[in-house]
């Protein structure tokens, strides 16, 4: 397609963006704090849903998922690969009530930060390793007990479309302190909305959802590896 098409499409999707971030934002650091917890997520990712859906009419990106049935009814954490600011939309939308852990450095952000603060994210220090771990693991856990769900994306950042990135444990080992299953997600949407780059591209971004991994021996790498594995190959499948 027309590079000039493209920027213009891209625009015409940023002007929407803009809006809905910040008046979602802004309801749900302040309207939304009288909501009790779940009816509050609603609200805040209800512009996750806008954004999403002004994506497909401004972009021409659309979504296709398989293995949705495959998604437990009790809580669990989800690894997914990382690739876009797409998946963090699609997902806290869809697995709601859900807990994502991401740096902290987010919440910092006017509006948009007070925003995701009132969700209840579990946001960590990457300067600090050993203190993001604790963490992970004493937050992640309540969040489970609570009855929400958590999100980690293993590779730590986004990865371009292609790449592969190492995967950290610290997902795995709070699946298995909180004893709760894994479930393993992979998505090309990097290929329509790259990261770090302005334009997005028209097309289909697909997401896999496999089988729930149970925690079993309690061994975090080799649970790692496991949902590793999977992710991979889905990934090499749905380029």
């Excluded at 397609?1 to 940023?14: D, V």
């Excluded at 609200?43 to 659309?62: P, S, V, Y």
């Excluded at 986004?158 to 998505?187: E, F, I, T, W």
Aim: glycine fraction near 8%; charged fraction near 15%; hydrophobic fraction near 45%.
């Amino acid at each position: 397609m027309n590079t000039i098409i493209l920027t213009l499409r891209t625009l015409l999707f940023y002007a929407g963006y803009a809006v809905f971030v910040s008046v979602f934002s802004l309801l749900s650091c302040t309207l939304g704090m009288l909501l009790p917890y779940k009816k509050r997520q609603t609200l805040a990712t209800t512009g996750n849903f806008l954004i999403l859906h002004w994506l497909n009419l401004a972009c021409g990106i659309r979504v296709r998922v398989t293995g949705w049935e495959n998604l437990p009814a009790a809580p669990f954490v989800v690894l997914s690969n990382h690739q876009s600011p797409w998946e963090t939309y699609y997902l806290q939308r869809n697995l709601r009530p859900v807990s994502t852990i991401l740096k902290k450095e987010l919440l910092k952000i006017p509006v948009f930060g007070w925003g995701l603060a009132s969700v209840k994210p579990i946001a960590i220090d990457r300067e600090n390793p050993r203190q993001a771990i604790r963490d992970v693991m004493e937050q992640g856990k309540d969040r489970l007990a609570g009855g929400s769900n958590v999100i980690v994306y293993p590779e730590g950042t986004r990865m371009d479309h292609g790449q592969y990135g190492n995967y950290a444990r610290s997902g795995a080992a709070l699946a298995v302190a909180a004893g709760v299953p894994v479930v393993p997600v992979a998505h090309n949407a990097g290929k329509c909305w790259p990261a770090r780059r302005f334009l997005k591209f028209p097309g289909t971004i697909q997401v896999v959802v496999g089988t729930a991994l149970e925690t079993g021996n309690g061994d975090s790498k080799l649970l790692t590896a496991r949902a590793q594995e999977w992710i991979t190959a889905q990934q090499r499948k749905i380029q």
